[in-house]
């Protein structure tokens, strides 16, 4: 009686192996391009996130500068601090990175607060957004009755305007109205004259705008940057973060050409953010390429960058 052998052949065996292989094979490669996909739709969504914020951030903080009201930058202003853009006759100073060093030079305030190679720009003028009207004349150069409309600090710097003057001023005290409908708000010093109620009364608008480090870092241990503000009262405050790179161009209200900061003219009338973002997250390990300020770059940290530009028109010199 013949025996009949049961189980697979040395190729049957091989042929299988083979099989397996190209599918577990095919099976790395879906996941891996999946995951990559995955990764790139990731930072595509934090970047228009990113982007969207900017393009409503940057013309919001940018179209009031130079605003004095019906008052120009050549008309009668008092108590402006000698190292203010006010008291220089501008409300725009830009600040063009060239390597390590910035032309014009950064002042002290600036110093080792700003990433190399990254612009920065001071701008000044009064906050529109909290502008309010006196509820009554004057009649006391160091006292001001505003309505109960903005909350205002100790120590907070002001600004009034009519179509006469401007005049800055330092909050040293502040009392409520008994009826609760106003305030009133006196200045550390008088000021030059007595305002009717038709002047404007906003908060002194002096920030700068520059690229940092964060105290923060990402999964690899490198450190986070992000887009700051310094204010005038010093303090530092965080816009955005994984914005690394900023540099500006600027351009007349006739001309079309765009320049840097550096170029002797500061009338400018319109500003062109070019910002480079970054997705915080690491991608894959392949180098990537990117396109930012007018050149191609190359990166191997695994983020994806993106630049983001935004135009921003000044209103005040139109």
Known sequence: MKKTTLGFSLLECLL???????????????YTTNNRLTNYLNAAAIFQEQGRFLSY?????????????????RDNIHNIPSHSLLAKGQFIEGYTALGSRWAPALPKVLQGKTIP???????????TQALVSPIRAMNKRDEIWLPMKESYRLGEELLISDCQSVDRLTIKSLRILKNGKGMVIISNKD???????????APLMEK?????????????????NALYTLNSDGKRQ?????????????????????VSANVASQSWSKVRFHLLLNSMEVGDKKPKSYYFFHQFHFNDDGKFYKEWVVDVALRESL
């Open 16 to 30: 299988a192996l083979a099989l397996g292989a190209v599918v577990i094979l095919m099976l790395c490669t879906l």
């Open 57 to 73: 951030y940057l013309p919001q903080q940018f179209m009031p500068a130079g605003y004095l009201g019906c008052v120009t930058l």
């Open 117 to 127: 190679g990254s612009d920065v720009v001071t701008l000044a003028g009064m906050n």
């Open 191 to 201: 000021l030059s004259r007595l305002y009717a109620k038709d002047a404007e009364v």
């Open 208 to 224: 700068t705008f520059f690229i940092a480090t964060t105290s923060r870092q990402d999964i690899r241990g490198q450190a986070i």
């Open 238 to 258: 965080e816009i955005l973060p994984g914005v690394v790179g900023m540099r500006l161009e600027y351009a007349t209200a006739t001309g079309s050409q765009w």
